[in-house]
């Protein structure tokens, strides 16, 4: 079955604590992305990968990093997380290039608390 | 950069009735895809129609459809027989034909099908 699968799905932790949220999909796309969703502002892209070790900032990068070091996974770092990180993360893949349209595939989301 | 706005955060209308969630974007491309998407309460990102601009025709997949307006920059949702499953929030999206496959994301539209 074609899937996005992230790690854990849910996370309360404190303020400081490194984490990693992880992300990997089993239809060998070329294109990942990370998204944040907050009330009233929709999601919002953290982080792209184009393919393996090509990466680059979206709108709201501050606090986050990522890695591509496989074409199946693409992991988000928390260095030193902070309460304004609280939020409701999804990782999205989709087949490159756009050409026809290809829709992204979302994961089932993770739920970050952080205190 | 294109922004995409949803003005209504919330409705609700009686089940098999019709409802229209309304979408408008800006943009500068001229080439581009638009999306709606469905979150139920499972927190699941779930596509639900696309159009792509450069087709006329509107999109229509089962009970749902949308009026493409690309000279107004209007992309609404119709959903007809509305059903107890459809209660859930809609997300309106934009992405681009090329370059980052970001999608731009409305705030949503919270519907509740009353039974």
């Not at chain 1, 990942?32 to 907050?38: A, E, I, K, P």
């Not at chain 2, 950069?1 to 009686?14: D, H, I, N």
């Not at chain 2, 409802?19 to 927190?43: A, G, I």
């Not at chain 2, 229509?60 to 929030?89: P, Y």
Request: some cysteine.
């Amino acid at each position: 079955e074609a899937q996005v699968t992230q790690n854990p799905r849910y996370l309360i932790t404190v303020t400081g604590k490194k984490l990693t949220v992880t992300c990997s999909q089993n239809m060998n796309h070329e294109y990942m992305s990370w998204y944040r969703q907050d009330p009233g502002l929709g999601l919002r892209q953290i982080y792209y990968s184009m393919n393996v070790e090509v990466t680059d900032k979206g709108d709201v990068p501050e606090g986050y990093k990522v890695s591509r070091k496989e074409k199946r996974n693409f992991p988000l770092i928390l260095e030193s997380p902070s309460p304004n990180q609280t939020s409701l993360y999804f990782c999205a893949s989709s087949q490159t290039p756009t050409g026809p349209g290809q829709p992204q595939h979302f994961g089932d989301g993770t739920r970050l608390s952080i205190l | 950069a294109q922004t995409v706005t949803q003005s209504q955060p919330e409705m609700s209308v009686q089940e098999a009735e019709t409802v229209t969630l309304s979408c408008t974007y800006d943009t500068s491309e001229n080439n581009y895809y638009l999306f709606w998407y469905k979150q139920p309460p499972s927190r699941q990102m779930i596509l639900v129609i696309r159009q792509e601009a450069y087709k006329q025709q509107n999109a229509t997949e089962n009970r749902f459809s949308v009026n493409f307006q690309k000279a107004a920059k209007s992309f609404s949702l119709k959903i007809s027989d509305s059903q107890l499953g459809d209660t859930a929030m809609y997300f309106c999206a934009f992405r681009p034909y090329f370059g980052n496959e970001k999608l731009t994301f409305g705030t949503g539209t919270r519907l509740t099908i009353i039974p």
